[in-house]
């Protein structure tokens, strides 16, 4: 079973930044660990559906982003350490939300439900 925890979440000022951190363990029923799926990142905010923010093939050569966050936000990931991060520049209040990481089979994916083992979520809080 793939297992994913993020971290980095926390209380920053509106114009700050945080970098989020997913550590990726364990390996599906094929064998394969989270380094060789794509994965995505998305947030959920009260009351409101999860919605896509990043995503990162394999490899960390091809990059894709919500509008909303673009040119603001950069997703990466170190396959030598399973991790995959989010940094996160220029925050606004309305990026207020639990950030999800997630891990698909499958390369640029922006639906929840395309993706197959998901982390617990962390907590950003941007204030004015």
């Known amino acids: 079973q793939v297992q994913l925890v993020e971290s980095g979440g926390g209380l920053v000022q509106a114009g700050g930044s945080l970098r989020l951190s997913c550590a990726g363990s364990?390996?599906?029923?094929?064998?394969?660990?989270?380094?060789?799926?794509?994965m995505g990142w998305f947030l959920q905010a009260p009351g409101k559906e999860r919605e896509f923010v990043a995503a990162?093939?394999?490899?960390?050569?091809?990059?894709y982003y919500a509008d909303s966050v673009k040119g603001r936000f950069t997703i990466s990931r170190d396959n030598a350490k399973s991790t995959v991060y989010l940094q996160m520049n220029s925050l606004k209040p309305e990026d207020t939300a639990v950030y999800f990481c997630?891990?698909?089979?499958?390369?640029?994916?922006?639906?929840?439900?395309?993706?197959?083992?998901w982390g617990q979520g962390t907590q950003v809080t941007v204030s004015s």
């Open positions: 364990g390996r599906a029923a094929s064998g394969r660990t989270s380094s060789s799926y794509a």
């Open positions: 997630a891990a698909t089979y499958w390369d640029n994916k922006r639906v929840p439900g395309q993706y197959q083992w």
């Open positions: 990162i093939n394999w490899s960390g050569g091809t990059t």
